[in-house]
């Protein structure tokens, strides 16, 4: 087991690069599985959950080479299986994303079900719904879901009971090769959305309205190969922004699209750290303590939930109390519990959690329960006197490249250590 040991009170300053978007990648290489062409992705992050995804195309069949660092070559032309290991998809929920690329192209796909995770239940139901409604049969048996269809799927017209992401991102990778037309409506508008359509666009599929609630897609009898690179993560982008705010620090997070970063410029804005923006990167600065905020997590163009636990962990030491609510995820405050343990005076209320900032956090050995969780811990264990020692790292890898590299290099005093006693212990 490996640890971030982490002294607090160090002054961030310098320049961070963000790499590219973990959850614009994931369904963009699922989405390789729509052609027999070659297609090769940059900007891939170094990630775990990217990792996972390479390893679910490959049981399938799937080429996938790293031909130049930080790039894929990606080749589904001999796909021969279309059922998903077990152990993968219980790794990462997205592996739920090779459904419907697998459906429209092959007639079948058979998924595991994704078991329930760290932050809430997260059903799939409009995935299956929306299938379904494109003439798929889905069925539930021995712990997989099977969807198949006789012939190609059909167009229809979708809509969705939430403006879900993954579900959006499935649906409009299983129209692109079915006939006629579909319409999803009330989609999600999220960034990583946008990235998708336009990397099946550069495929030779017609995705038209994807950022907004309507999405139409006409349907082609196949797609091509390309060479495509991801958008930049904005949830790391949007983390190191706290990062230089609750050292009081002076960063500049270069490689950003400020766009996708308005949401959290605001929010950060009203807090009283000063942010200038440029082309493609966004310098944080701040001094003394941020004023209290109220937040409330919503679908994009709202305040990402990716984002709530970090700016919690900056609001635990504001100058009063702020209210932070969560209407995305059920069960989203594993974090709030830790951050206690360093001394935050938070209260959880059902959805929301009242925060009292303190002037002060103190060091303490804290786990991560999540990827989000992790980062909000890193982040207070910057501004905390003394050491603070974070178990559970594996999910940080799962979505930030060498995060504690990049800290260190702005001049975080963070190491990740193994720790050999609990390793003999388990
Ligand atoms: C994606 C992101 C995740 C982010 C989330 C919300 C990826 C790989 N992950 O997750 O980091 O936190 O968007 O921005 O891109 N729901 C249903 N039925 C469904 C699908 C979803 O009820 O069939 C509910 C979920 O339980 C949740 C809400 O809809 O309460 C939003 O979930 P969704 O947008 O689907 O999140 P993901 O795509 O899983």
Request: include cysteine.
């Amino acid at each position: 087991m490996e640890t971030f040991v982490i002294r607090g009170g160090r002054r961030l300053e310098g320049t961070v690069t963000i790499d590219g978007a973990k959850n614009a990648i994931l369904p963009i290489l699922a989405a390789c599985l729509l052609t027999d062409k070659e297609i090769v992705i940059g900007a891939v992050p170094e990630l775990r959950d990217v990792y996972t995804i390479a390893e679910v195309l490959e049981s399938l069949g799937v080429r996938v080479r790293t031909d130049l660092p930080g790039s894929l070559t990606v080749q589904a032309d001999d796909v021969d299986r279309y059922a998903a290991p077990h152990d993968l998809v219980r790794r990462m929920r997205a592996s739920f994303l090779v459904m419907g690329p697998l459906l429209t192209r092959f007639g079948q796909a058979r998924i595991p079900l994704p078991g329930g995770c760290a932050i809430g239940s997260r059903p799939i139901d409009l995935h299956l719904k929306g299938f379904e409604a494109m003439g798929a049969t889905v069925a539930v048996e021995q712990g997989y879901i099977s969807a198949t269809s006789r012939g190609r799927l059909h167009g229809n017209r979708i809509y969705l009971d939430i403006p879900s992401v993954g579900a959006t991102e499935n649906l409009m990778m299983a129209a692109v090769l079915a006939e006629g037309v579909t319409v999803i409506e009330n989609a999600a508008e999220e960034p990583e959305v946008v990235d998708l359509a336009n990397f099946l666009g550069s495929m030779g599929a017609q995705v038209h309205g994807a950022g907004t609630r309507v999405v139409r897609i006409d349907g082609v009898d196949q797609l091509g190969g390309t060479r495509y690179v991801a958008i930049p993560d904005r949830i790391e982008a949007g983390t190191f922004m706290v990062a230089a705010a609750i050292s009081q620090g002076d960063v500049v997070v270069s490689n950003v699209i400020i766009d996708h970063l308005k949401p959290v410029v605001a929010k950060l804005r009203e807090m009283g750290v000063e942010i200038t923006e440029d082309s493609t990167s966004v310098r944080v600065t701040a001094t003394g303590r941020p004023y209290p905020v109220d937040v409330k997590t919503l679908p994009y163009p709202g305040f990402p939930t990716d984002m709530q636990a970090q700016v919690m962990a900056l609001l635990t030491v504001s100058s009063g109390t702020s209210v932070v609510t969560e209407t995305v995820f059920e069960n989203r405050f594993m974090h709030v519990d830790e951050l206690c343990r360093m001394g935050a005076h938070i209260g959880v209320e059902g959805r929301s959690a009242i925060v009292r900032g303190v002037s002060v956090l103190s060091g303490a050995p804290v786990i991560a329960t999540d990827l989000r969780a992790g980062a909000a811990l890193v982040l207070a264990g910057l501004a905390a006197v003394g050491e603070t020692e974070l178990n559970g790292i594996q999910h940080i890898d799962r979505g930030y490249v060498h995060f504690e590299r990049k800290l260190a290099g702005l001049g975080a005093d963070i190491v990740r250590r193994q720790d050999a006693l609990r390793g003999v212990a388990e």
